[in-house]
């Protein structure tokens, strides 16, 4: 709809309604506006191309442009306003004047698309304004370059209804042999030819839906993408909650979209989105030396535990000489590595894709040459016995031959 109205009721059964909304939606329902004198005219088609003017005008300065208007009817009740119905409320109306409104943009938020850039994230953005608005902030945030120019064809810029038939919308078949329930991948985008052109090139949509959120998360996941989705409002909590990642916002988002959301912003910042990144990354980068510390040292500590049983006729290590060896690496190497902090270096790099494997063939390769070079200096310190030799107890780790 894009619209909201409200009834008044004044003396002389005189019921007043008052709807604002999207300008040119407003506009296109009014049949009379108000001079700057005071006096009702009539619009003609010059009148309303001036006032079309006004309304790209402001949407070229970054404005979010509202239609204010208004209808006096008389009624016999309160029964027969109601009985009347929306549609003839929002007809045959008044426009009393064009409002633009501007939500300032913060100084940060130039820097941490940017930012998004350099590592690899792509940066799209879903709003109900309309399509010069949305060019006119997207080019203020660099998600647009300062000399696009919007062409009919190009899906870098978009709207609403335009993406929706373009992609087929949604279908909810589910697949040959299994129901809905048993296919958690169901709904899924109609068109996936036309959506893999759309995901290649979008990075605005204007007068969009909350379908239209819902249809481009579940079409970028549909082509193996991570998805990051952020919003405030309720109408916003399918896209949330069918995203891997969901960002509500702690200061202005509702409850329900806090409630769909897996992180809440509590300074409504984009810039704080940056920052859950390096923490993910680095994270996952720790995991990554923790593990690979962990394989090369006990499969060096199983192969001479091992070798030493079969030649030796004894393990180097009794069982609480290991118990104690491996408390000693994996609680001083888990607090070495796990409290690394996360700099902006990681940044620097394309994410890992969601196949990604937690051990990859370089860090096996990184693992077994590591393990047998320390095998073998073990083993050589055996052979040069008067150089290297460790007592324990009263028993040997490397037995002297």
Not at 52 to 69: D, N
Request: net charge neutral; aromatic share 8%.
């Amino acid at each position: 709809r894009k619209r909201m109205t409200s009834l008044y009721k004044s003396g002389n059964n005189l019921v007043r309604a008052y709807v604002k909304g999207a300008s040119e939606i407003v506009l296109g329902l009014c049949k009379e506006v108000i001079t700057a004198n005071g006096q009702r005219k009539r619009i003609s088609s010059q009148t309303r191309e001036e006032i079309e003017k006004v309304i790209h005008s402001f949407a070229r300065q970054s404005l979010r442009t509202i239609g204010i208007a208004y209808k006096e009817v008389r009624v016999t009740s309160d029964a027969a306003a109601e009985d009347l119905g929306d549609e003839f409320f929002e007809s045959d109306l008044t426009l009393i004047g064009i409002a633009g409104l501007k939500d300032p943009i913060r100084p940060e938020i130039r820097g941490a698309i940017e930012k998004c850039k350099i590592a690899g994230i792509t940066v799209r953005m879903v709003t109900g304004d309309n399509l010069e608005t949305a060019m006119a902030i997207a080019k203020d945030c660099y998600i647009l370059p300062s000399e696009f120019s919007y062409n009919q064809n190009s899906l870098q810029v978009m709207e609403g209804k335009q993406f929706r038939e373009f992609v087929g919308g949604l279908s909810y078949n589910s697949a040959p042999g299994q129901s809905k329930k048993e296919d958690a991948d169901w709904p899924q985008v109609g068109n996936l030819d036309n959506f893999r052109q759309v995901a290649a090139n979008l990075r605005v949509l204007a007068r969009s839906t909350p379908e239209d959120k819902y249809i481009l998360v579940t079409g970028l996941k549909q082509l193996g993408n991570v998805v990051a989705v952020t919003g405030d409002g309720t109408n916003d909590a399918p896209a949330l909650r069918k995203a891997d990642i969901g960002f509500a916002m702690g200061i202005q988002g509702t409850e329900v979209a806090k409630e769909a959301a897996g992180i809440i912003l509590l300074d409504d910042n984009f810039n704080s989105i940056i920052t859950a990144v390096k923490y993910g990354r680095n994270i996952f980068d720790c995991i990554r030396k923790f593990l690979q510390f962990q394989l090369t040292v006990n499969i060096v500590a199983m192969f001479m535990a091992f070798l030493g049983g079969v030649i030796l006729r004894e393990s180097p290590l009794n069982a609480i000489q290991m118990l104690w060896v491996n408390l000693i690496m994996d609680t001083l190497a888990s607090l070495a590595l796990a409290t690394e902090k996360p700099t902006e270096e990681l940044l620097n790099r394309k994410p890992y894709s969601r196949t990604e494997y937690l051990i990859t063939p370089g860090m096996y390769r990184s693992v077994f040459c590591q393990a047998i070079y320390q095998i073998c200096l073990l083993y050589t310190s055996d052979a040069a016995d008067d150089l290297l030799c460790v007592d324990l107890g009263g028993r040997r780790i490397i037995k002297k031959k």
